[in-house]
């Protein structure tokens, strides 16, 4: 099979004749043992780019935590590397990004010898697609270079972390934001505005005959008119091709505690992954997840093969992946529903064609105690279900706009950074808005990619005058990135702001009393409004805690009472329903 492979593929290892010695990668050099250093990779492009003038382009789209910048290498055989034209003459554009986690680096060696073979012609690159390639994304990890952090993988010889520059996991880091990476990154994405998007991986998990899985962008999410799609014609088409290729694709094994032969849910992508990310954008992302336990130049191959098989498929069905996605993005400008979650559906299983090998026990070792072992004398292929289907189980009806008060200015930042069209308050106003009481949560007791994750968030729905102040912000709902704002904006969104704790200082009380002063204050309080004084009656009885303490009574008083805080635990994103005519009076036009 390798053989075959490096046939149709046209890579053999050192076969580098019509290059200069200076194009002759590093994977290439060691014989397939080797991936690219940091320095090594930014080097080899540079050279190829100068090679290549009138059509490869190495550009430099923002900052990384590494100090170093983040890096887009453009192929454009016709010499335009503008975006905004590329898209307006009806180019359809393959947004490549490589080591996001380093430890993993089949694509940044995969990327150098594609996009060398197709400057030389021993690839053809079809008229009007577009290749753009992130080298290196997490640039931290990748200069924190060691041969041990993947004790599980069969080859690079030495390799990156999986930490970036703040040891940030950044594939968990594309709604939050935390690192300059994925800030980066949002703008080069928004800049780029790719019809199709892969995030190069390498899996850990089960053992399998499969050099490559893949992990595609859940199709129910992506709404009636690519999701329909991906499932139907794009994923069956890059399947075939990749068989011709010599590599059998079986989708991510999210491996089941009974074993992958039983079958498993596909993986659900939500937004804090790369490709639930672009799914918010109508940009369909795949997450090829090579097998750790295959030799290194293999996966690479098989890297090297799917990109290959993208840029076949965009070349025969460009124009229909266009008038897809524009369809897309026009019914995202317009629907009145929003999914906030999801549940994987049961009842409806599709089958797939599964290659194993037996799992069995045997005594460890280490330990003597029976341990996991597949057996690869005992190989088996067989017909296995596959949940790939989900329902939604909540969702929000979109509102006219949001408004959200310019003191939340990281939450203002990153929807900048996404594209997000808003306007700014020109005058101080009162306005009748919807908002959230958050009525429960619960925050997660560890840690998590340094954040306490706010889960199981009950609101309530309220009405009333709001105060907004000049300089606050107007997001109208009728914007390619509503979907984007739903998911961030909604308090129970699961990868929203709120459940990655932007909004948790509404969460503490700022005021307080103290009880000998407050006293006095709140039994006038009390003979002045006998219905308050019913309502804690009728508490007092519902509540023997309550009726048997003094002091939770008076903090019973002070909660409903003119000198409780209105903003604790009010979420400080107002839902606008009006006009969106008649709010334009209101604010600057940007």
């Avoid at 397939?32 to 789209?61: D, F, Q, V």
């Avoid at 290498?73 to 905004?84: E, H, I, M, T």
């Avoid at 937004?271 to 996966?299: C, N, V, W």
């Avoid at 939770?552 to 909660?559: C, D, I, R």
Wanted: proline share 7%.
């Amino acid at each position: 099979m390798l053989q075959r492979s490096a046939l149709i593929l046209g890579i053999g290892l050192l076969s580098c004749s019509g290059y200069g010695q200076n194009l002759i990668t590093p994977f290439e050099r060691s014989g397939g043992t080797a991936t690219a250093t940091y320095l090594e990779g930014i080097s080899w492009w540079k050279t190829l780019a100068a090679s290549y003038p009138r059509k490869i382009r190495m550009m430099t789209l923002g900052s990384t935590d590494s100090g170093e910048p983040l890096r887009l290498v453009v192929l454009s055989p016709g010499g335009d590397f503008d975006f905004n034209a590329l898209h307006a003459a009806g180019d359809c554009i393959l947004l490549v990004n490589n080591a996001i986690h380093p430890g993993e680096p089949d694509g940044v060696d995969a990327s150098m010898l594609l996009v060398k073979d197709l400057a030389d012609g021993k690839q053809v690159l079809p008229p009007k697609v577009i290749l753009a390639i992130i080298p290196f994304y997490n640039i931290g990890g990748v200069l924190n270079r060691g041969s041990f952090s993947r004790a599980n993988q069969n080859g690079p010889v030495a390799y990156g972390f999986r930490g970036n520059a703040q040891n940030l996991d950044l594939n968990r880091d594309f709604i939050k934001c935390d690192s300059r990476n994925a800030r980066s990154f949002a703008r080069l994405f928004h800049l780029v505005n790719p019809d199709l998007f892969i995030d190069n991986h390498v899996s850990d998990g089960a053992d399998y005959q499969h050099v490559m899985t893949l992990l595609t962008t859940q199709h129910d999410k992506l709404g009636p008119v690519l999701g329909p799609y991906l499932k139907n014609r794009l994923e069956p088409a890059i399947y075939a091709l990749m068989k011709q290729k010599g590599f059998e694709l079986v989708p991510y094994v999210n491996d089941p505690a009974a074993g992958p032969d039983s079958g498993w849910n596909e993986f659900y992508d939500s937004p804090r992954y790369s490709t639930g990310y672009t799914a918010l954008f109508a940009t369909i992302g795949f997450m090829p997840e090579t097998h750790m336990l295959k030799p290194f130049d293999q996966r690479v191959k098989s890297v090297y093969a799917l990109m290959a098989s993208f840029i076949t498929y965009m070349g025969v069905h460009r124009e229909e992946i266009l008038r897809l996605r524009r369809e897309a993005i026009r019914a995202t400008g317009i629907q009145a529903f929003f999914p906030l979650d999801w549940e994987v559906d049961r009842t409806r299983p599709d089958s797939i064609d599964f290659r194993g090998y037996q799992a069995t026990r045997m005594p460890s070792q280490v330990s003597g105690f029976p341990r996991l072992y597949y057996d690869h004398s005992h190989p088996y292929e067989r017909r296995i279900p596959f949940y790939d289907n989900y329902r939604v189980v909540d969702s929000v009806a979109k509102p006219a706009a949001y408004i959200l008060p310019q003191g939340w200015w990281q939450v203002i930042r990153l929807l900048q950074d996404n594209g997000v069209v808003m306007h700014r308050f020109s005058r101080d106003t009162l306005l009748q808005l919807g908002w959230y009481h958050i009525d429960s949560y619960r925050s997660a007791p560890g840690p998590y990619e340094k954040h306490h994750l706010n889960v199981a968030v009950k609101v309530t729905e309220q009405v009333g005058m709001i105060r907004i102040l000049k300089g606050d912000y107007f997001v109208p709902m009728d914007q390619p990135a509503n979907r984007y704002l739903a998911e961030v904006l909604e308090p129970e969104g699961k990868d929203g702001f709120f459940a990655w704790n932007f909004f948790d200082a509404i969460l503490q009380e700022k005021e307080g009393y103290s009880a000998y002063v407050f006293e006095d204050r709140a039994a006038a309080w009390l003979d002045s409004h006998p219905a308050l004084r019913d309502s804690l009656e009728k508490a007092k009885a519902a509540d023997p805690g309550l009726a048997s303490s003094g002091p939770a009574q008076l903090s019973w008083v002070y909660h409903h009472s003119p000198w409780f805080e209105p903003e604790y635990l009010r979420y400080p994103v107002y839902r606008y329903e009006g006009s969106l005519e008649a709010a334009k009076g209101l604010f600057t036009v940007h």
